[in-house]
């Protein structure tokens, strides 16, 4: 069974840090893509960063460029989201994905529950 379970969401400063952390199961992480996706209250989900099957690869989008960085250890079946500098549009419910921005995400993909960041003074 595919799992995919993110962690590390909380309460947050503006300007503070955040480590999220996604553990996969079910599936040889060797061979996907993982993405890293938000959604903010009352808006649409968005693709925000994706890494390679090795991690050769990094796409970010450009709202969190500079400030988000995405790894991964394969022999850990996890993969990362540091999220630097955080403001409060950053607000909202983290997933960590099989899909891949900026593709579409595709109807096979295998989504977590998410994880909720906060970010407010």
């Known amino acids: 069974q595919v799992q995919l379970v993110e962690s590390g969401g909380g309460l947050v400063q503006p300007g503070g840090s955040l480590r999220l952390s996604c553990a996969v199961s079910?599936?040889?992480?060797?061979?996907?893509?993982i993405g890293w996706f938000h959604q903010a209250p009352g808006k649409e989900r968005e693709g925000l960063s994706c890494?390679?099957?090795?991690?050769?690869?990094?796409y970010y989008k450009d709202s969190v460029k500079g400030r988000f960085t995405i790894s991964r250890d394969n022999a850990k079946n996890m993969v990362y989201l540091q999220m630097n500098s955080l403001a409060p549009a950053d607000t909202g419910v983290y997933y960590c994905?099989?899909?891949?921005?900026?593709?579409?995400?595709?109807?096979?993909?295998?989504w977590g529950q998410g994880t909720q960041v906060t970010v407010s003074s």
């Open positions: 890494i390679s099957s090795r991690g050769y690869t990094t």
């Open positions: 994905a099989t899909a891949c921005p900026p593709n579409v995400a595709r109807g096979y993909d295998h």
């Open positions: 079910g599936f040889t992480l060797d061979y996907s893509a």
